[in-house]
């Protein structure tokens, strides 16, 4: 499955940003898929998972209550719907789909990222 993550961009503290990520190749029906990020001089980090079987959801601590996660098989596209965004939030997001039940690590296919940054 080929993954695109779009919707970056510049954004004051407090705005919002809705992420997509578009699949091609194969439906995201069978896979978990994940938004992670990553900061300049930091380690990628898990954002947020949408699982296939179950149908729920998971959340780093730190975009809990403010980030939204969401799926929609017809159109082979998963998003990540951000309120409050902070300045620690400025990252390069990438969107991610696996098949492990681990939904916080262990995905296979990657996009390219897409950036965002929040200004104080």
């Known amino acids: 499955v080929q993954l695109q993550a779009y919707g970056g961009g510049l954004v004051q503290a407090g705005g919002s940003l809705r992420l997509s990520c578009a699949a091609s190749?194969?439906?995201?029906?069978?896979?978990?898929m994940g938004w992670f990020r990553q900061a300049p001089g930091k380690e990628r980090e898990f954002v947020a998972a949408?699982?296939?079987?179950?149908?729920?959801?998971d959340y780093a601590d730190s975009v809990k209550g403010r980030f939204t996660i969401s799926r929609d098989n017809a159109k082979n596209t998963v998003y990540l719907q951000m309120n409050s965004l902070k300045p620690e939030d400025t990252a390069v997001y990438y969107c991610?789909?696996?098949?492990?039940?681990?939904?916080?690590?262990?995905?296979?296919?990657w996009g390219r990222g897409t950036l965002v940054t929040v200004s104080s």
């Open positions: 949408s699982t296939w079987s179950a149908g729920t959801t």
């Open positions: 190749g194969r439906t995201i029906r069978v896979y978990n």
């Open positions: 991610a789909a696996g098949v492990s039940r681990i939904v916080r690590q262990n995905y296979d296919y």
